[in-house]
T-cell receptor, first 111, second 116 residues
Framework: SAVISQKPSRDICQRGTSLTIQCQVD?????MFWYRQQPGQSLTLIAT?????????ESGFVIDKFPISRPNLTFSTLTVSNMSPEDSSIYLC????????FGPGTRLTVT | AQKVTQAQTEISVVEKEDVTLDCVYE???????LFWYKQPPSGELVFLIR??????QNEISGRYSWNFQKSTSSFNFTITASQVVDSAVYFC?????????????FGTGTLLAVQP
């Protein structure tokens, strides 16, 4: 199975700032996904990031707030822009490598 | 619309007890996938199983077993002889078959606490 790493593992950020989360996979994968897990909640898909095309966002998520890059088949970034306390969540990167595997997550706290 | 319901919010058992986690799903698709993931306190989501809608055979993997019943739209997960290390949040999920997005629809999760 694919091995996925995320940076940072956690961060505490000030309201109004932005944070970029990196996701690295140890093998080439076509489909990468970004999910959000709000405190005590389930996971919700933010967007699907395929290399060579624009990310596809789910209802309720917009590119201005969550810009995504996918420069190659092993790497992606998600930026959480102009953060507010409501953005405090775990952000998880996921890849489709026969099965869908998840990274360890980035725990974001916005104060 | 697709939906996954995990009615059990929290379950507490004593070690060595058997426990079943319920999952009921809704979809208009005739072909789809069902999944179970485990999220231990560390937060990482661990893949446990994927079943496709054509395969209703129950599956057993060590102490884990899964019962898929299309007639009741359920995909239940049983842990036999539970251990403290099984303590985690368990998520059931659904995705379309062969779709362009492979989007996972998650249930709200069941927190399993196994007491020593």
């Amino acid at each position: 199975s694919a091995v996925i790493s995320q940076k940072p593992s956690r961060d505490i950020c000030q309201r109004g700032t932005s944070l970029t989360i990196q996701c690295q996979v140890d093998s080439q994968v076509t489909m990468m996904f970004w999910y959000r897990q709000q405190p005590g909640q389930s996971l919700t898909l933010i967007a699907t990031a395929n290399q060579g095309s624009e990310a596809t966002y789910e209802s309720g998520f917009v590119i201005d707030k969550f810009p995504i890059s996918r420069p190659n088949l092993t790497f992606s970034t998600l930026t959480v822009s102009n953060m507010s306390p409501e953005d405090s969540s775990i952000y998880l990167c996921s890849v489709l490598d026969y099965e869908q595997y998840f990274g360890p997550g980035t725990r974001l706290t916005v104060t | 619309a697709q939906k996954v319901t995990q009615a059990q919010t929290e379950i507490s058992v004593v070690e060595k007890e058997d426990v079943t986690l319920d999952c009921v799903y809704e979809t208009r698709d005739t072909t789809y996938y069902l999944f179970w993931y485990k999220q231990p306190p560390s937060g990482e989501l661990v893949f446990l199983i994927r079943r496709n809608s054509f395969d209703e055979q129950n599956e057993i993997s060590g102490r884990y077993s899964w019962n898929f019943q299309k007639s009741t739209s359920s995909f239940n997960f049983t842990i036999t002889a539970s251990q403290v290390v099984d303590s985690a949040v368990y998520f059931c999920a659904l995705s379309e078959w062969g779709g362009a997005t492979n989007k996972l629809i998650f249930g709200t999760g069941t927190l399993l606490a196994v007491q020593p």
